[in-house]
């Protein structure tokens, strides 16, 4: 009779608490998950057969019943003004996109949580292309891992990544047992030990998983509104219609309560004739009155196939003042990595569409030219 073989478990995929059970599933003391993290994210070693203050025995014994496996690198592009893109390989011909924003004292990764994105909100790139499958924590984490290699992360004291977003591909609240783990690793000692606040999640306003992150863990929230009436987020984020703006305005408040003390991030992408009037802007002063927050203005970022385009420099120095005349606090982000389609929305990837939506906006597009 032939041995059953053994499942190796991915350890990428295990937050600090399950790699301690882990560990001590196979015989061993917890803080042997406390070594293995330093090797994993503070040492940026995968080699079992490294980790030289694990006894053979146990480094043999890992070989056998675990691995640490993640996405490999398909492609690195770097633009001319100093961001990165990866391409990293999820398997079976998919692919998802990572981003680093390099700026004075601070580095922000962009991090995906999904192979596509199941929301379709009609000015986003990555929506346009359909949605495939929710990421394991492992390519999650993974893309943190091979960004921080690729950047030298810590590498003579310096840390290159200061900031992680969760704003690359997918809704990451429609992953949340995937992705609760990695912000876990992310603000871990024993992992990358960010602060609260240099971890963000984004949302377009899944109600459900703002209180579950609420419970969950200590980390900052930006929530993509971009529109300030439900009539235009009905067009512009289709969730609208199952979470209206006074649902989700309530669950911002929530948020802000007890531990977190801290304002809401509002992300409003600026579409020439469609959100950027001077009436949309005082509505949004109404609404963001209701809860603390501030306001991050994003230009709108074109990518084939849309009707869109962005608002004129003028419109959005209008927009930006009216807002700051009500005394809230408005931030026009700016561009970065555009001639690598690495800009805020324009993230795709390269992957196969379950939804068939990626089909039919291009018969679409097709028909009105």
Same mark, same amino acid.
């Given at each position: ?9 991915n350890?990428l ?7 301690? *059970? ?5 015989? %061993? ?8 993290? +330093? ?5 940026g ?11 053979? +025995? ?14 490999? =690198?398909l ?5 001319? *003004? ?14 998802? %996109? =990572? ?6 004292g601070r ?11 199941a ?7 990555t ?9 394991? =924590?492992?390519?999650i ?80 929230l ?7 009436? *439900? ?27 007890? +531990?977190?003390?801290?304002? #809401? ?5 600026l ?24 306001l ?10 849309t009707?869109?385009?962005?608002? =004129? ?9 009216? #807002? ?9 982000? +700016? ?25 039919? #906006? ?8």
């Open positions: 009779m032939m041995d059953t073989p053994v499942r190796q478990q350890l995929d295990l937050g600090p608490a399950a790699m301690a *059970d882990w560990f001590e599933s196979i015989g %061993e003391r917890g803080f042997r998950a406390q070594q293995l993290l +330093k090797w994993i994210y503070h040492q070693e995968l080699d079992f057969s490294r980790m030289s203050n694990l006894s053979l +025995k146990l480094r043999e014994q890992l070989q056998h019943q675990a691995n640490l496996e993640l996405p490999a =690198t492609s690195q592009q770097t633009s001319r *003004d100093g961001t990165v893109k990866w391409l990293f390989d999820v398997g079976r011909g998919n692919a998802i %996109e =990572t981003v680093f924003i390099p700026e004075h580095g922000t990764l962009c991090v995906s949580s999904q192979v596509g994105c929301l379709n909100c009609s000015f986003c790139a929506g346009a292309q359909g949605f495939n499958r929710n990421l394991s =924590t492992s390519e984490i993974g893309q943190v891992w091979q960004a921080a290699k690729a950047l030298g992360h810590e590498r003579n004291g310096e840390r290159k990544i200061t900031n992680v977003v969760m704003m690359g591909m997918g809704e990451p609240l429609l992953n949340l047992d995937a992705v609760l783990p990695a912000l876990q690793l992310m603000r871990d000692d024993l992992g990358y030990g960010l602060a609260s606040r240099r971890v963000t999640v984004s949302t377009a306003g899944l109600i459900p998983g703002i209180d579950e992150l609420n419970k969950q863990l200590d980390v900052a930006a929530v993509s509104l971009h529109a300030p009436v *439900d009539e235009l987020r009905n067009e512009l984020v289709p969730l609208n219609k199952k979470y209206p703006i006074a649902e989700l305005i309530a669950a911002c408040n929530r948020f802000v309560q007890g +531990k977190h003390k801290r304002s #809401i991030t509002f992300e409003y992408t579409i020439d004739g469609v959100n950027d009037h001077p009436e949309h802007a005082r509505k949004l002063i109404k609404l963001l009155r209701q809860v603390p927050s501030k991050n203005l994003i230009p709108f970022n074109p990518f084939p196939g009707t869109y385009r962005c608002s =004129t420099p003028e419109r959005i120095d209008r927009f930006q003042q009216i #807002i700051m005349q009500g005394n809230i606090i408005a931030t026009v982000r +700016k561009t970065r990595g555009d001639d690598i389609d690495a800009a805020c929305g324009q993230l795709a990837g390269d992957f196969s569409d379950r939804t068939r939506r990626r089909e039919r #906006i291009q018969m679409q597009w097709q028909a009105s030219v």
